[in-house]
């Protein structure tokens, strides 16, 4: 069996961490069981590109039960657990091909030793494998029958691939769906990434101003959680909508230039280029911390920040010090990727539960839709969304009420007012 990983001998713990995490995923848990009766993806070649944490490896296993044969690699090359990669690939047979902390020539070679499969399905999130496949890889997209995206910047990626009509096979926007992004997008990134930035510096949040730059599902989590630390959060917006909810969730907005010299912390999550570049770090307080929880590590402008600098030095485990030529100190976390899986664990397993049910859902639906779909980005259907609230709501034993007949047929009608 091909593979690359760091190390095999990680495998009892990584095998202990994912048993840990599958106590948290028990909608995956009714999902992989079934999978074991039925194999649904039997035949199916599966090439997924995640990141490669304990919850992903809970989702290969539902794959593997469901019948499909498997590749997976990283989808950033700073996000891979070793051990939970280790325990896929000596415990459960499944190739995998993430190193954490591997360069761009290597997360690339190993996209496409995923794509030696010859996948009939993907699966991506920030949609490197797919994009890899419409540009270096077309010989094998007459095989491919459908696939799916985990995070916003890649759907907007596939989406752009689909108006621009180069899109050749149908895609399933999983991030789109409620049960996704309402949880994973504002409580996952809201608390894995505030983990990630304590975890990196040891900081005190209380009393600190806390500069969120973006405020979609991501921002709005993170903004949450920094406030209910104690931290005086500023919002950064270009979307007139958001910035106002922003504002009356009880948040000061203000453009980045203005944020600048006053935050102690600064996140970006826009899914955006150069969100914080040379101008703005000129303007910043001695000592201010820079962390990026967007899925590229593009929204810090490193090469502005490197031309204004006249060295760096790592100060401790993912905190780089750049020394300004004005003098200041600036720090940057886990190199500016994505800060939550950098030095953290990424999301919580309870609300992977959710995002990867919705992807075992997904790659079943494809499977079973296969020659009806278009070469169209798809949302996932309401009825599998409403199914995984329904089993996550009975797995948290929170029961809920149901229509009587009078409120249904009140809801149908449209003749009774006052
Ligand atoms: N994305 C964010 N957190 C994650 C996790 N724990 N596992 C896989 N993908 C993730």
Known sequence: MEYDIKDL????????RVEWAMKSMPVLKLIRRRFERQKPLKGVRLAACLHVTTETAALMMTFKAGGADLRLCASNPLSTQDDAA??????????????????HQTYYRHIHSTLDLKPTLTMDDGADLVSTLHT?????LPGVKGGTEETTTGVIRLRSMAQKGVLRYPLMAVNDADTKHFFDNRYGTGQSTIDGIIRS????LAGSVFVVCGYGW???GVALRAQGMGANVIITEINPLKALEAVMDGYR???MAEAAPLGDFFCTLTGDMEVIRKEHFLKMKDGAVLANSGHFNVEIDLEGLAQISSGKRMIRDFVEEYRLK????IYLLGEGRLINLASAEGHPSSVMDMSFANQALAAEYLVKNQGKLGRKVYGVPAEIDREIARLKLESLGVKIDSLTPRQKKYLDSWEMGT
């Open 86 to 103: 280790a325990f896929l690939v000596k415990t459960l047979k499944i190739p995998v091909f993430a190193v954490k902390g591997e360069d």
């Open 9 to 16: 001998s990680l495998a009892p713990k990584g095998e202990l």
């Open 253 to 255: 907005v203000m453009p």
């Open 201 to 204: 510096t040891n900081r005190l």
């Open 136 to 140: 270096e890889r077309r010989e094998l």
């Open 326 to 329: 004005n003098g200041k100190r």
């Open 218 to 220: 991501c921002g709005r």
